[in-house]
Structure formats: structure tokens, C-alpha cells
């Protein structure tokens, strides 16, 4: 039996993983029912099937296939004909238009293999491909050229953007293949993508943000500027939002070395304003650029954040 | 000053030390944990440090003050200035004085029911874990609870004793010397001053009397039937009057069976009564006051013997003892007859001279021996000497003496010191003059201005008279001593009686009495002597010493009144106890402890919340 999610910290229902949507489970859980490919369908699929609206949106809206009728589909695209000849449920589905370029940047630094549990939940690293892995399928499967960037020091992999059937599996490939680095250098990378994205296009970049903000900061506004839409998230591990551990311990960083030692009990509070503050500052940064921030911690089901997500990058849902 | 109930549990401050050495040397190497936003904690760090390391510091403080408390409550901790229902557990010893002068009333009220009061609410606010002795005039130290020594209080009656203060202040304190508690004593008394003395040892002392003025009293100091035996025609009785001054009271002196005789006496005055003639034996003599305020010093009691002039025969030649002789017959106080041979050796008793002719001396110590003398006549003493002055005879020059030997060894290592169980009379120089062993008393000179001065001086019929009707019969033993005051008997006694009770006793032995009146000393059927027991005149003077007085006897001693008697008592060892306050001082500091260590859990909570 698996845990179904309806929602961040709300418990619903118990399901099987059959039945079960995994866009809304534990994404620990569904990282474990197989692969990245495979699961990341899955998740799309019930991600796809619980949007009320249809993801096809374009200018140019061309008719491309039939498929059965789902609960939650508008009625509207009801294929009123096929109705009556047959006397099924099919709504029409249609293809829209390359209108979108797209370029996925993943923080794959050191500081992103990170779990503060790592029995029961996904590090930093997992999460975000996962998460990117599934947002490519549903950019891809609106025919938008979607392309990746992975950097920690220096960018490690780069995909241009396409919108080929093949395109999803490579920026798979890609992902899986890159290794994980130790610095993390920001604003190499997004320079990078000034360079793929000719025309207006939407920049999702994926970090936890352990770096210093303003080289990062200048170059998304760099990027702002250029006319792309641009979607920081922020992925953070709960154990990072919210101070736990021994009595006692000496905390280091696996990227710069830093140290500190104290006690968790008595410096949670001031931690937990202190991350806090730093979440504000980066949503106040971001708003003041137009650029959409949203924070993801690696508990929440994949469902959730890739709404959130694709609202602010696309409108979707 | 603090003080400590038990000061070895002081020796647990050393625990107070561990947070400090735990802080210090027992901190662990932390384990290590990767955390990728150390970079907020470093932030955190920076912001909070101060405030943190200062909560550290606080809690490193009360945990220290923490284990302090709780070691300083274990050891019992006292400061002065307690009150009766808080005091601190403490020794105390409470002198209740029940001396003679405890029965003067005062106020209506006798002096020892003002003090039982007061002492009743002393034991009353005892608390169990407190350590009582309770003293009275007896001068036995009395340990036990407070419902015991109440009941002893209740008890306790005016004694005719004198109680002497500083020496009840020294055995109080010799009493609680091995108790770890505060000692303090409290005296609860009329305060004479003729009580008050020196104390030995040191400590706290609350003394305690009735207020108001001390009531006038008059008492008899002392009673006096002169030399005795007595003649047939009796003789004069002195009583000295002691107690406020100019106070005048009517006094009766009854010798015998004879009518009392009454007169008028003062306070420091003497006086003075004839008794009337008597017929021979022991007769009981009484002085009584007319009743005042304190009637125990009204009465004083002694005993006189009378006694048929000696039967004596004397030589015309012993010219100076021959006409002293015939004074006294003359004056009744000898008879003519043979039961004392006078100047020389005689059949029965005898007041021997040494010979005028030196060759007969050697037939009179055979003689002497004969009768079973322990004494002889050795060689002429050298030079010339002098009596030494005593009750019995006065300073006269004697140009010639033999010397004294005896044939005992424990009269001859005595000899040197004059007292009648050593048979030694007189001396001369040190050396014995006139000596008695029996019925025999032997002189070192002739009484004769040849041999020394005394034959004419005034004094020279007095003391044959001495001889004859005193020395020669051997000592009689009359003993004045207030109660309870050892007195050594006679070597030849074998009983005391009074009223007619006879208590067997060892001749030589030491006898003391705690009731007054006459003890007639037996020696098989003869009575031989009298120990008059009466009240200490000391008693009769009712003037309270001062304070100052007090203060300067007994440095440190606080002078209360004795409507705060339990409050002054259980203040006067000074000591409040401080556990109480320090439990709740340790529980204060436990709870800020837990204060400060769940602040920044509580923290954490409310931010999880």
C-alpha cells in the first residue's frame, strides 16, 4: 500500500499504485516503483489526466487524434459525431504549433546529493531530475523544443533545445549521465543558455541556491531582459528548512568545507528565520526581475510542484 | 555569622565545581554532519552568537548556584535572629533557678512560678529534632524531650540550696559540649547578684528574670553558741543578721527547753542572748526571724553542750597553773576532784607538764608509754620561738620547749600542719606544743614565765580553762554547712541521727545532707558532735545584679524579660534555620534552569508549529 498525497501535509486516502495518480504520492515512493523514464511517464500521465484544462495550447490548433473520454475533460471537446455514430465518449485532441523554446538548467553541485534522510527521501539532485524529467515530457509533448543545461563549476552537459520524439530520452540520457560536481558556478551556465535560446523561450533553472546570489541574480535578469520567462525553483531539503540532529554537532559543508559546531535545539529558531529571511530575499530578487520563484522541498509530490511549475512558466492548469 | 547544622556536608560544594569541569574538560568532539546550508547556520551564527553564548554562560551559572543550594541546604545552614517557631534544631540547656531565694514572693507570686512559666514556654516551642537539658539548683544536668523536662519543670519546688550561677553555666556547657547543634543556654533566674560568678567555656547566654524590684528581705547569716561545752549556768548565743540594709526584725532564740528570748536586730548587725542555766548534754538552739517575703532564711538551727565543771586536782607548786585553778573553781568552772589530774601524769585524765627536773623525764615517757601515749618528750628544743596564733591560743613567746616526738609514722609525716585528727593542738614554729592522744594532753613548756610569756598574760586562764574542760575531753565536732555541702565525720563515728531517723555511717567518711536541721554525730551510744545544716546566707541577699554585671562574667550573654523567654531562647544561639529557604532557592534555580535549556527547544517548537 502506498500513501496518496491530495495535497502538501494532507494524508488522503490509501490507494494502490495502480490505481493510484503518481504525480500526487510520496516521490520517495514513486522513485521506487522503477525507473526514471518509466516513472516519470507515470507521472505525467496523472498529471495530464487531473489538469481540468487541456495542455494543448497554441496559436495554430490542428486536430491530431481522438482518445477516450476521461473525467474532467471539458466537454466541450467532445466529439459530439463520433457520439452519436458510435455512441462513445471521445474527445479530440490537437496539436499546437513549436511556439515554445525551452532550456532546463540543473545544479547538479555537490551540495544537491543531499538528503536529510536518505531512507525516506530523494536527495536534492534525484528530485529535481525527476521533477525536470517530467515537466520535458509535457513541454515535449506540446512540440515545445526543450533543451538541458547541468553545471556545478562549469556546465557539465548541454542538450540544445529540439522538439524531436527522441529529444525526451536524450535529455534522460544526459541527465543520468552527468556526474555530480563539488562548486557550484551559476552564471557560466545561465550565459550558456543566452546562447541557445535565440528567440523568446522559457529558462527553468533548478538549484538549492547555495551560492551567492548576485553573479546568479545578473545573469537571470540578463536573461529576463532577453524576453525569456524565467522559473526558479528552489529546491530544498525539509531537513534544511527546519534545523534537526544530534545534541551536539559540528555541520560541514560538503562543497566549501565551512564548519560550524553547535547545538540544533538551541539555534533551530534563529536557523529556521535565517532560512526564511534568505527565501524571502530570493523571491523579493526574483519578483522585482519578473521572474517566477517558487520554493520545492523534496517531500512534495511531484504533481504539486510541477503545477506549480507550469502555472508560472506556462499558464497551465 | 552562618552556621551549619552538619558543616562535613559542606565538603559536597565540591560537586558544585562539576558543571564548570564538565564545561571545561569533559566537552566530546561533536560527530560531523554534512549539511549543505551550513552557510545559514554560519549566518545564524553570526547573528545569535552573542545571545547564545550568554544563555551558555547563565545556564552554566544556575546549574553551578543549582548544586551550591542544594549542598548548603544539606548541611543545615542557620543564621542568627531566629524566632521560636523557625529556629534552627539546637541545643539547649535551660538553668531554672530553684535556689532558696526562688521561694522570696514577690508580687504575690513566689520568684520560681514567675520562672516555671517562661520555661514552659521555652520546652513548649522545642522542636523534636532540638536537644534539651534541663538544670536546677541539685546541679544535675537532666537530658530528655520536651514533654519530659516539662513535666520535670512542673515539678520542680524552691530547694533551701544556693545555686551558683556560673558554675550552673559551666556544667550547662559541659553538658552540650560533644552536640554538633548551636548551643546556647538560658538562665532563668532572680539574678542575685551574690549568685553571679566567673562561668568556664564559651557560648551563647540569654538570661531571663522577673522585672520589677526585688522585695526587702532579712535573714540570719549565721548562729553562734561560743566555746562549749557550756557550765551548768549556760551560755550567751550570737545570731548575725544579713539582708537589706536598715531592715529590722524582731528575733527569738530558743535554747533547749528554756523560754525564747526575743530582741530587736538589723540588717549587718548581731544579735546577742543568754541562754539561762541548763543541765548537761546536747540541747538544740534556734534563731527564728519574724516572717518576711522569703521565710526559708528566717530560721537557723545549731546545738550547744553543757557540760558539769571538770573534777580537777592540781600541785600547790605549779604556782601559775595552781592559781589559774582557783580562779576557775572560784568561778565554777572547775570542781575539785579526781578525774583530771592537772600538770602532771595522773591516773585518769591529764594535762601533763614537762618535769622541772630534767633527770625525771625519762620515768615520765616510760610512764607515758605505760598508759599507751603515743607521744614523748625528746631533747630541749634549740632557741627560742613563738606560739602560732590560732583558735585556740594566741602569740606568746617561749624561751623553752621540749620537743613533741610521736610514735606514729602518719602523726609524724602530719606533723607541720595542726589539726586534731593528727593529735597536734598547739605549735610552736611549726612544731608541735600541745599535743592530745586520749585523755592525755602533753605540753612542750612548763607554764611557768621561765618557759614562755603566757602565764601572764589575760589569756592564760581561758586557755586552762581549755584544757581542762574542752581539750581533755576530747574535740567536740560542731559543723555548720548549708545543705547538700560535704563535711568529713569524725574518725569515731558510726551514725548520724536527725529526728530520730539514724542512718549508719563510716567514721572518716565524708556525709552530706540536702535537709536542713541538726545531725547529732554518734560514736556507738555518745553523740560526739552536730552538723547543723542550714541555708546558704548568701540566699538572703536579694539584690539582681546588673546587666553590666552579667555581661562582664559572661561576655556575650543577652539580658531578656521574660515575656519573650522562647523567642529570646531560640535566638540566643542565634540561628535561624536556612534550609527552607534554600530548597526554595535550589527549586527557583531549577526552574530558570529549565527556562533557559527549553528556550530554544521552545522555539524550535513554535517554529514548527
Given at each position: 500500500?502506498?500513501?496518496?498525497?491530495?495535497?502538501?501535509?494532507?494524508?488522503?486516502?490509501?490507494?494502490?499504485?495502480?490505481?493510484?495518480?503518481?504525480?500526487?504520492?510520496?516521490?520517495?515512493?514513486?522513485?521506487?516503483?522503477?525507473?526514471?523514464?518509466?516513472?516519470?511517464?507515470?507521472?505525467?500521465?496523472?498529471?495530464?489526466?487531473?489538469?481540468?484544462?487541456?495542455?494543448?495550447?497554441?496559436?495554430?490548433?490542428?486536430?491530431?487524434?481522438?482518445?477516450?473520454?476521461?473525467?474532467?475533460?471539458?466537454?466541450?471537446?467532445?466529439?459530439?459525431?463520433?457520439?452519436?455514430?458510435?455512441?462513445?465518449?471521445?474527445?479530440?485532441?490537437?496539436?499546437?504549433?513549436?511556439n515554445l523554446r525551452a532550456m532546463l538548467v540543473l545544479d547538479t553541485s555537490r551540495s544537491m546529493e543531499w538528503s536529510g534522510a536518505p531512507e525516506i527521501r530523494l536527495t536534492k539532485r534525484m528530485y529535481s531530475e525527476r521533477?525536470?524529467?517530467?515537466?520535458?515530457?509535457?513541454?515535449?509533448?506540446?512540440?515545445?523544443?526543450?533543451?538541458?543545461?547541468?553545471?556545478?563549476?562549469?556546465?557539465?552537459?548541454?542538450?540544445?533545445?529540439?522538439?524531436?520524439?527522441?529529444?525526451?530520452?536524450?535529455?534522460?540520457?544526459?541527465?543520468?549521465?552527468?556526474?555530480?560536481?563539488?562548486?557550484?558556478?551559476?552564471?557560466?551556465?545561465?550565459?550558456?543558455?543566452?546562447?541557445?535560446?535565440?528567440?523568446?523561450?522559457?529558462?527553468?533553472?533548478?538549484?538549492?541556491?547555495?551560492?551567492?546570489?548576485?553573479?546568479?541574480?545578473?545573469?537571470?535578469?540578463?536573461?529576463?531582459?532577453?524576453?525569456?520567462?524565467?522559473?526558479?525553483?528552489?529546491?530544498?531539503?525539509?531537513?534544511?528548512?527546519?534545523?534537526?540532529?544530534?545534541?551536539?554537532?559540528?555541520?560541514?559543508?560538503?562543497?566549501?568545507?565551512?564548519?560550524?559546531?553547535?547545538?540544533?535545539?538551541?539555534?533551530?529558531?534563529?536557523?529556521?528565520?535565517?532560512?526564511?529571511?534568505?527565501?524571502?530575499?530570493?523571491?523579493?530578487?526574483?519578483?522585482?526581475?519578473?521572474?517566477?520563484?517558487?520554493?520545492?522541498?523534496?517531500?512534495?509530490?511531484?504533481?504539486?510542484?510541477?503545477?506549480?511549475?507550469?502555472?508560472?512558466?506556462?499558464?497551465?492548469? | 555569622?552562618?552556621?551549619?547544622?552538619?558543616?562535613?556536608?559542606?565538603?559536597?560544594?565540591?560537586?558544585?565545581?562539576?558543571?564548570?569541569?564538565?564545561?571545561?574538560?569533559?566537552?566530546?568532539?561533536?560527530?560531523?554532519?554534512?549539511?549543505?546550508?551550513?552557510?545559514?547556520?554560519?549566518?545564524?551564527?553570526?547573528?545569535?552568537?552573542?545571545?547564545?553564548?550568554?544563555?551558555?554562560?547563565?545556564?552554566?551559572?544556575?546549574?553551578?548556584?543549582?548544586?551550591?543550594?542544594?549542598?548548603?541546604?544539606?548541611?543545615?545552614?542557620?543564621?542568627?535572629?531566629?524566632?521560636?517557631?523557625?529556629?534552627?534544631?539546637?541545643?539547649?540547656?535551660?538553668?531554672?533557678?530553684?535556689?532558696?531565694?526562688?521561694?522570696?514572693?514577690?508580687?504575690?507570686?513566689?520568684?520560681?512560678?514567675?520562672?516555671?512559666?517562661?520555661?514552659?514556654?521555652?520546652?513548649?516551642?522545642?522542636?523534636?529534632?532540638?536537644?534539651?537539658?534541663?538544670?536546677?539548683?541539685?546541679?544535675?544536668?537532666?537530658?530528655?524531650?520536651?514533654?519530659?523536662?516539662?513535666?520535670?519543670?512542673?515539678?520542680?519546688?524552691?530547694?533551701?540550696?544556693?545555686?551558683?550561677?556560673?558554675?550552673?553555666?559551666?556544667?550547662?556547657?559541659?553538658?552540650?559540649?560533644?552536640?554538633?547543634?548551636?548551643?546556647?543556654?538560658?538562665?532563668?533566674?532572680?539574678?542575685?547578684?551574690?549568685?553571679?560568678?566567673?562561668?568556664?567555656?564559651?557560648?551563647?547566654?540569654?538570661?531571663?528574670?522577673?522585672?520589677?524590684?526585688?522585695?526587702?528581705?532579712?535573714?540570719?547569716?549565721?548562729?553562734?553558741?561560743?566555746?562549749?561545752?557550756?557550765?551548768?549556768?549556760?551560755?550567751?548565743?550570737?545570731?548575725?543578721?544579713?539582708?537589706?540594709?536598715?531592715?529590722?526584725?524582731?528575733?527569738?532564740?530558743?535554747?533547749?527547753?528554756?523560754?525564747?528570748?526575743?530582741?530587736?536586730?538589723?540588717?549587718?548587725?548581731?544579735?546577742?542572748?543568754?541562754?539561762?542555766?541548763?543541765?548537761?548534754?546536747?540541747?538544740?538552739?534556734?534563731?527564728?526571724?519574724?516572717?518576711?517575703?522569703?521565710?526559708?532564711?528566717?530560721?537557723?538551727?545549731?546545738?550547744?553542750?553543757?557540760?558539769?565543771?571538770?573534777?580537777?586536782?592540781?600541785?600547790?607548786?605549779?604556782?601559775?597553773?595552781?592559781?589559774?585553778?582557783?580562779?576557775?573553781?572560784?568561778?565554777?568552772?572547775?570542781?575539785?576532784?579526781?578525774?583530771?589530774?592537772?600538770?602532771?601524769?595522773?591516773?585518769?585524765?591529764?594535762?601533763?607538764?614537762?618535769?622541772?627536773?630534767?633527770?625525771?623525764?625519762?620515768?615520765?615517757?616510760?610512764?607515758?608509754?605505760?598508759?599507751?601515749?603515743?607521744?614523748?618528750?625528746?631533747?630541749?628544743?634549740?632557741?627560742?620561738?613563738?606560739?602560732?596564733?590560732?583558735?585556740?591560743?594566741?602569740?606568746?613567746?617561749?624561751?623553752?620547749?621540749?620537743?613533741?616526738?610521736?610514735?606514729?609514722?602518719?602523726?609524724?609525716?602530719?606533723?607541720?600542719?595542726?589539726?586534731?585528727?593528727?593529735?597536734?593542738?598547739?605549735?610552736?614554729?611549726?612544731?608541735?606544743?600541745?599535743?592530745?592522744?586520749?585523755?592525755?594532753?602533753?605540753?612542750?613548756?612548763?607554764?611557768?614565765?621561765?618557759?614562755?610569756?603566757?602565764?601572764?598574760?589575760?589569756?592564760?586562764?581561758?586557755?586552762?580553762?581549755?584544757?581542762?574542760?574542752?581539750?581533755?575531753?576530747?574535740?567536740?565536732?560542731?559543723?555548720?554547712?548549708?545543705?547538700?555541702?560535704?563535711?568529713?565525720?569524725?574518725?569515731?563515728?558510726?551514725?548520724?541521727?536527725?529526728?530520730?531517723?539514724?542512718?549508719?555511717?563510716?567514721?572518716?567518711?565524708?556525709?552530706?545532707?540536702?535537709?536542713?536541721?541538726?545531725?547529732?554525730?554518734?560514736?556507738?551510744?555518745?553523740?560526739?558532735?552536730?552538723?547543723?545544716?542550714?541555708?546558704?546566707?548568701?540566699?538572703?541577699?536579694?539584690?539582681?545584679?546588673?546587666?553590666?554585671?552579667?555581661?562582664?562574667?559572661?561576655?556575650?550573654?543577652?539580658?531578656?524579660?521574660?515575656?519573650?523567654?522562647?523567642?529570646?531562647?531560640?535566638?540566643?544561639?542565634?540561628?535561624?534555620?536556612?534550609?527552607?529557604?534554600?530548597?526554595?532557592?535550589?527549586?527557583?534555580?531549577?526552574?530558570?534552569?529549565?527556562?533557559?535549556?527549553?528556550?530554544?527547544?521552545?522555539?524550535?517548537?513554535?517554529?514548527?508549529?
Amino acid at each position: 500500500m502506498t500513501r496518496l498525497y491530495v495535497g502538501r501535509g494532507m494524508p488522503a486516502a490509501v490507494a494502490s499504485p495502480s490505481t493510484a495518480r503518481l504525480d500526487l504520492l510520496d516521490p520517495a515512493e514513486v522513485a521506487r516503483l522503477g525507473g526514471l523514464e518509466v516513472v516519470t511517464e507515470g507521472i505525467v500521465e496523472g498529471f495530464l489526466a487531473g489538469l481540468h484544462r487541456s495542455p494543448r495550447r497554441g496559436f495554430s490548433v490542428e486536430f491530431a487524434e481522438h482518445r477516450m473520454y476521461q473525467p474532467g475533460d471539458e466537454p466541450r471537446y467532445l466529439d459530439w459525431r463520433l457520439l452519436a455514430r458510435s455512441d462513445r465518449l471521445y474527445v479530440k485532441q490537437f496539436e499546437e504549433e513549436t511556439n515554445l523554446r525551452a532550456m532546463l538548467v540543473l545544479d547538479t553541485s555537490r551540495s544537491m546529493e543531499w538528503s536529510g534522510a536518505p531512507e525516506i527521501r530523494l536527495t536534492k539532485r534525484m528530485y529535481s531530475e525527476r521533477l525536470l524529467a517530467a515537466l520535458a515530457l509535457v513541454l515535449l509533448r506540446q512540440r515545445d523544443a526543450t533543451g538541458l543545461i547541468t553545471f556545478d563549476e562549469s556546465v557539465r552537459r548541454l542538450v540544445p533545445p529540439r522538439a524531436r520524439h527522441t529529444q525526451w530520452h536524450l535529455l534522460l540520457r544526459e541527465l543520468m549521465a552527468t556526474p555530480p560536481g563539488r562548486g557550484t558556478a551559476a552564471e557560466p551556465a545561465l550565459r550558456r543558455v543566452v546562447e541557445q535560446l535565440r528567440r523568446r523561450g522559457l529558462v527553468v533553472f533548478v538549484s538549492d541556491l547555495l551560492f551567492d546570489p548576485p553573479l546568479a541574480l545578473t545573469a537571470l535578469r540578463f536573461l529576463r531582459h532577453r524576453g525569456h520567462q524565467v522559473l526558479v525553483l528552489h529546491v530544498m531539503d525539509p531537513d534544511e528548512v527546519e534545523l534537526r540532529g544530534p545534541a551536539e554537532a559540528r555541520y560541514e559543508d560538503p562543497e566549501s568545507g565551512q564548519a560550524v559546531v553547535l547545538r540544533p535545539a538551541d539555534w533551530a529558531d534563529a536557523y529556521a528565520r535565517t532560512v526564511q529571511t534568505a527565501v524571502n530575499e530570493w523571491r523579493a530578487a526574483c519578483r522585482r526581475q519578473g521572474i517566477s520563484y517558487e520554493r520545492v522541498t523534496t517531500d512534495t509530490p511531484f504533481g504539486l510542484a510541477l503545477r506549480q511549475a507550469l502555472v508560472r512558466s506556462t499558464g497551465l492548469a | 555569622m552562618i552556621g551549619f547544622a552538619a558543616p562535613w556536608a559542606l565538603l559536597g560544594l565540591a560537586a558544585a565545581a562539576f558543571p564548570v569541569l564538565l564545561h571545561l574538560f569533559a566537552r566530546r568532539e561533536p560527530p560531523t554532519v554534512l549539511f549543505p546550508a551550513t552557510r545559514y547556520l554560519a549566518e545564524t551564527a553570526r547573528a545569535h552568537h552573542r545571545r547564545l553564548t550568554l544563555q551558555h554562560w547563565l545556564l552554566l551559572l544556575v546549574r553551578t548556584l543549582l548544586v551550591a543550594a542544594l549542598v548548603l541546604a544539606a548541611a543545615g545552614p542557620t543564621l542568627p535572629s531566629g524566632g521560636a517557631a523557625t529556629h534552627a534544631p539546637a541545643a539547649l540547656a535551660i538553668v531554672l533557678d530553684n535556689s532558696l531565694s526562688s521561694a522570696a514572693i514577690v508580687g504575690g507570686t513566689p520568684v520560681l512560678e514567675q520562672l516555671r512559666g517562661p520555661a514552659r514556654a521555652i520546652l513548649s516551642a522545642a522542636h523534636t529534632d532540638d536537644v534539651l537539658w534541663l538544670i536546677t539548683a541539685d546541679g544535675l544536668p537532666r537530658r530528655g524531650n520536651a514533654a519530659s523536662l516539662r513535666t520535670l519543670a512542673d515539678g520542680v519546688t524552691p530547694v533551701p540550696w544556693r545555686l551558683d550561677l556560673g558554675a550552673a553555666l559551666s556544667l550547662a556547657r559541659e553538658a552540650m559540649a560533644g552536640e554538633r547543634l548551636p548551643q546556647s543556654v538560658v538562665v532563668l533566674s532572680d539574678l542575685q547578684a551574690s549568685a553571679l560568678s566567673a562561668a568556664a567555656g564559651a557560648g551563647p547566654v540569654v538570661v531571663l528574670h522577673p522585672g520589677g524590684a526585688t522585695v526587702p528581705n532579712l535573714g540570719i547569716a549565721e548562729i553562734s553558741a561560743g566555746r562549749q561545752p557550756w557550765g551548768p549556768d549556760g551560755g550567751r548565743v550570737e545570731a548575725a543578721l544579713v539582708g537589706t540594709p536598715d531592715r529590722r526584725a524582731a528575733l527569738s532564740v530558743v535554747v533547749g527547753s528554756r523560754p525564747p528570748r526575743r530582741q530587736l536586730g538589723a540588717s549587718g548587725g548581731t544579735v546577742s542572748a543568754s541562754s539561762g542555766s541548763l543541765p548537761p548534754g546536747w540541747w538544740p538552739v534556734r534563731a527564728e526571724l519574724e516572717p518576711d517575703e522569703l521565710r526559708s532564711d528566717d530560721t537557723r538551727q545549731t546545738a550547744v553542750r553543757v557540760a558539769e565543771a571538770a573534777r580537777a586536782a592540781w600541785r600547790r607548786e605549779d604556782r601559775f597553773l595552781a592559781t589559774a585553778s582557783e580562779v576557775l573553781l572560784a568561778n565554777g568552772r572547775l570542781a575539785r576532784g579526781a578525774d583530771l589530774s592537772l600538770g602532771a601524769l595522773g591516773p585518769g585524765a591529764s594535762i601533763v607538764m614537762p618535769p622541772a627536773d630534767p633527770a625525771v623525764l625519762g620515768a615520765l615517757n616510760r610512764a607515758l608509754a605505760g598508759r599507751g601515749v603515743s607521744w614523748r618528750y625528746g631533747d630541749l628544743a634549740p632557741g627560742s620561738g613563738a606560739t602560732d596564733s590560732g583558735a585556740v591560743l594566741g602569740r606568746h613567746e617561749v624561751t623553752r620547749r621540749y620537743a613533741l616526738q610521736t610514735l606514729r609514722r602518719k602523726d609524724a609525716q602530719a606533723l607541720g600542719g595542726s589539726d586534731a585528727v593528727s593529735g597536734v593542738l598547739i605549735t610552736v614554729g611549726g612544731q608541735p606544743w600541745a599535743v592530745r592522744d586520749g585523755n592525755t594532753i602533753l605540753l612542750g613548756s612548763r607554764l611557768e614565765p621561765e618557759w614562755l610569756s603566757l602565764p601572764l598574760s589575760a589569756e592564760f586562764v581561758p586557755f586552762v580553762d581549755f584544757l581542762a574542760n574542752r581539750a581533755v575531753r576530747g574535740e567536740i565536732v560542731l559543723l555548720d554547712v548549708p545543705p547538700g555541702d560535704p563535711v568529713t565525720l569524725p574518725d569515731a563515728a558510726t551514725a548520724v541521727v536527725r529526728d530520730g531517723r539514724i542512718r549508719t555511717v563510716e567514721g572518716g567518711s565524708p556525709f552530706r545532707s540536702s535537709e536542713t536541721g541538726l545531725h547529732f554525730i554518734l560514736a556507738e551510744r555518745d553523740t560526739i558532735g552536730v552538723v547543723a545544716v542550714n541555708p546558704d546566707p548568701r540566699e538572703s541577699a536579694l539584690p539582681r545584679a546588673q546587666d553590666s554585671e552579667i555581661r562582664r562574667l559572661w561576655p556575650g550573654a543577652r539580658v531578656a524579660p521574660l515575656d519573650r523567654a522562647a523567642e529570646a531562647a531560640y535566638s540566643a544561639g542565634g540561628r535561624a534555620d536556612l534550609r527552607g529557604a534554600f530548597l526554595m532557592l535550589a527549586g527557583l534555580l531549577a526552574l530558570v534552569d529549565a527556562v533557559l535549556a527549553s528556550a530554544g527547544a521552545g522555539r524550535t517548537a513554535r517554529s514548527r508549529s
